[in-house]
T-cell receptor
Framework: QKEVEQNSGPLSVPEGAIASLNCTYS??????FFWYRQYSGKSPELIMS????GDKEDGRFTAQLNKASQYVSLLIRDSQPSDSATYLC????????????FGSGTRLQVQP | GAVVSQHPSRVICKSGTSVKIECRSL??????MFWYRQFPKKSLMLMAT?????????EQGVEKDKFLINHASLTLSTLTVTSAHPEDSSFYIC??????????FGPGTRLTVL
């Protein structure tokens, strides 16, 4: 079992729709959760971080965390073609020198 | 947000030469930096964790004598690919962690070994 699992996609949604990206993780000791966006040929860009159960909203993005189910998701409202990218879920055990554990990413395609 | 720079952004070298890549945190201090490698259409693979003032911690399968890491200050880490070969051609990305737990990525260095 991979430590962080994501559906590779592609997830295709029409422009203006809500895109829902999901991620599960195996380590119950995980404390910090991140969503990164990566355009082809570019490095990852931080979108959201979430640390406690529930929802966290930032503009068109909402991150949702459920530690009991070991599940974290990212919702993108009013999807735009410019949102087309690979979205990486990353998990950390918290403070210290540990690196993030990344999922393999979900490729999102927003159709104009 | 925090800014991490990498230099060079692109390098082409001959087989057998060494290449140094610099990673800098521009507006924050990073006691820990990370080096990743990414092959086309593949996920990020952690190579090593670079700790300021101490030896780097390498992931399994990564040759420490081939990928030399130096973290000389709180804002600078370097990765040197020694005796590079075509199979080392890849996208190398560094990240720096702030005082919290957030990692910020540099723009990456695309290495092509002829």
């Amino acid at each position: 079992q991979k430590e962080v699992e994501q559906n590779s996609g592609p997830l295709s949604v029409p422009e203006g729709a809500i895109a829902s990206l999901n991620c599960t993780y195996s380590d119950r000791g995980s404390q910090s959760f991140f969503w990164y966006r990566q355009y082809s040929g570019k490095s990852p860009e931080l979108i959201m971080s979430i640390y406690s159960n529930g929802d966290k909203e930032d503009g068109r993005f909402t991150a949702q965390l459920n530690k009991a189910s070991q599940y974290v998701s990212l919702l993108i409202r009013d999807s735009q073609p410019s949102d087309s990218a690979t979205y990486l879920c990353a998990v950390s055990k918290g403070a210290g020198r540990r690196a993030l554990t990344f999922g393999s990413g979900t490729r999102l395609q927003v159709q104009p | 947000g925090a800014v991490v720079s990498q230099h060079p952004s692109r390098v082409i070298c001959k087989s057998g030469t060494s290449v140094k890549i610099e990673c800098r945190s521009l507006d924050f201090q990073a006691t820990t930096m990370f080096w990743y490698r990414q092959f086309p259409k593949k996920s990020l693979m952690l190579m090593a964790t670079s700790n300021e003032g101490s030896k780097a911690t390498y992931e399994q399968g990564v040759e420490k004598d081939k990928f030399l890491i130096n973290h000389a200050s709180l804002t600078l880490s370097t990765l040197t690919v020694t005796s590079a070969h075509p199979e080392d051609s890849s996208f190398y990305i560094c990240s720096a962690r702030d005082l919290g737990d957030t990692q910020y990525f540099g723009p990456g260095t695309r290495l092509t070994v002829l």
